[in-house]
């Protein structure tokens, strides 16, 4: 079992950076791909970034690439997620999740994963 916890939200203006953190409880976090997916008010929850068990291959949605970066820690039990040249549109409350089972490749545009944080919101100003 792995419990998520997202940290590192907040107020940027655009053209700005926030790092975003998920830290994991669980004994085999390694062996989990882990993503983070956002969800704008209105829209539905979608992939933003993910990041394979061992940290070799990352995944990225089309609006984010060149601006965002997702690395992990294993010995930390962390995933990062480093944002820059916010946007307004990049407001949302941005979810970590994990699986075992279902690879990386496939999270796009949203896919129900076995374990999901409570969120973090990100807030974008002009």
């Known amino acids: 079992q792995v419990q998520l916890v997202e940290s590192g939200g907040g107020l940027v203006q655009a053209g700005g950076s926030l790092r975003l953190s998920c830290g994991a409880s669980?004994?085999?976090?390694?062996?989990?791909?882990v993503g983070w997916f956002r969800q704008a008010p209105g829209k539905e929850r979608e992939f933003v970034a993910a990041i394979n068990w061992n940290g070799a291959s990352t995944y990225y949605e089309d609006s984010v690439k060149g601006r965002f970066t997702i690395s992990r820690d294993n010995a930390k039990k962390m995933v990062a997620l480093q944002m820059n040249s916010l946007k307004p549109e990049d407001t949302a409350v941005y979810y970590c999740?994990?699986?075992?089972?279902?690879?990386?490749?496939?999270?796009?545009?949203?896919?129900?994963?076995?374990?999901w944080g409570q969120g973090t919101l990100v807030t974008v100003s002009l």
């Open positions: 999740a994990a699986d075992r089972w279902q690879p990386p490749s496939s999270w796009s545009p949203y896919k129900n994963l076995e374990h």
């Open positions: 669980g004994r085999t976090f390694s062996n989990y791909a």
